[in-house]
């Protein structure tokens, strides 16, 4: 039992680390952004479907646009088809709603620190004034 104190102190050090997520988030969290849309096409799917899984969806067509030469995607909530592109001009793209890269993609990738590479390849999208 001489080592009492040293056994305590690690304790409360340990505790101090392992709860520290808890505590020290206190007061200090940010509201998620609210992503700025312009209604000038339709969506592949739902709001709600895309916002849990845009990325997987992306993924997808990246795979089969490439491997595969499969550019048409076939909506499983409206039945519609719609060209498998982020930037290409038209209603059936992904920039013809999203069309403010900083106000609409940024906002959500920096809220969760998110860093996709999308625009390596594609053409980033520009408002139009």
């Known amino acids: 039992m001489y080592d009492a104190g040293k056994i305590i102190t690690g304790l409360v050090i ?22 700025v849309v312009n209604k000038s096409g339709t969506c592949v799917e739902s709001a709600e479907y895309m916002r849990a899984n845009h990325m997987q969806i992306l993924d ?12 048409v ?4 909530q409206y039945g519609t088809k ?7 001009t038209g209603k059936t793209s992904c920039t013809s709603c999203h069309s403010n890269k900083e106000e609409f993609c940024d906002a959500c990738h920096d809220y969760t620190a998110v860093a996709p590479y999308c625009w390596e390849c594609h053409i980033e999208p520009k408002e139009e004034i």
């Open 60 to 71: 997808e067509w990246r795979d089969s646009v490439v491997r595969d030469n499969d550019r």
């Open 14 to 35: 340990f505790v101090g680390i392992v709860t520290y997520p808890i505590w020290g988030s206190l007061g200090g969290s940010v509201n998620m952004p609210e992503p």
């Open 73 to 76: 995607y076939t909506s499983q």
């Open 82 to 88: 719609f060209d498998k592109s982020l930037s290409t």
